[in-house]
């Protein structure tokens, strides 16, 4: 199933590892290793966040996506679906509207 992922990164340790020449390494490392389909960085409530497209098959894909960013940079990961037009096309919004009026 195809989520978003988004991640808050926190200032710290972030701005340590940025001086340390380490941040853009850790962050392709992980990239790399979890293979998103689309990834797109930018401020987020005034902090450093991102958000990636990720296929999630089972709920077991969650750990291996997430704990890279929680071990590496303390962030917070949520996930949420994600649909394409066709996706809630299926959904049969009118029929739903109709059952529940």
């Known amino acids: 199933m195809r989520m978003l992922m988004?991640?808050?990164?926190?200032i710290e340790p972030f701005n340590t590892l940025?001086?340390?020449?380490?941040a853009?390494?850790?962050?392709?490392?992980?990239?790399e290793a979890i293979k998103p389909e689309a990834a797109y960085f930018?401020?987020?409530?005034g902090k450093r966040g991102g958000v990636l497209v990720v296929?999630?098959?089972?709920?077991?894909d969650v750990p291996r996506l997430a704990e890279p960013f929680f071990l590496?940079?303390?962030?917070e990961?949520?996930?949420r679906v994600a649909m394409t037009p066709e996706d809630l096309g299926r959904a049969?919004?009118?029929?739903?509207g109709k059952q529940w009026s």
């Open 6 to 10: 988004h991640l808050h990164l926190p």
């Open 18 to 22: 940025v001086r340390q020449g380490t």
């Open 24 to 31: 853009g390494t850790k962050l392709r490392q992980i990239l």
């Open 42 to 45: 930018s401020e987020q409530h």
């Open 55 to 60: 296929d999630v098959k089972e709920p077991s």
């Open 72 to 75: 590496q940079f303390n962030a």
């Open 77 to 79: 990961v949520e996930f």
């Open 92 to 96: 049969n919004l009118d029929a739903l």
